[in-house]
């Protein structure tokens, strides 16, 4: 008998931890681009609350350092930029990112953005943006202070047209979430 009622309780407990209702977000990834020499990946992604889309700009992992050498110390930080809740406000927004490639070297915007482990958060803080170019690269460079260090991450031109070539075609192919 009392066999029988310790696996009757196991099976219940079991059965009602599956039952629970989720409180993780679930992560939709739109468009990725992985850099397999640096171990680097951005993506964008849409992480629906409450049936409302939120569309971000996963620019990875931020070194820390300062703005000419960083080291890489965990890759569960992300810095996630906020794209707008539509593809079309996505769009307008990854303009606005895609027209500092044309300024001048050094040029720099403030954005708000979430760096905080594995998901944004409610949290917006100051993101200095400017536009690097080491060598032959055209880059964004994403800049957070830190108790007394920078943590920075990089996107390259190239990746960056890939994502909103990638976000167009999604808003093509879902019409409705334009």
Known sequence: MKRITTLLTAIICTASLFAQTSKLPVIKEITSISNENTGRTVSI???????VNHYWLDAGNM???DKVVQVEVEHIYRLYIPLGDNVTDALKTMEG?????????????EIQGSFKPFLPGEGLETVQVYRHQPLLTNQLQFVIERDGYDRVAYLDKSDFNSLFSGLKFHGKLYPNEM
């Open 45 to 51: 992604v849409n992480i629906p609350v409450d049936n």
């Open 63 to 65: 070194g820390i350092g």
């Open 97 to 109: 990112l895609k027209s500092l490639y044309k300024e001048p070297k050094g040029t720099m915007r």
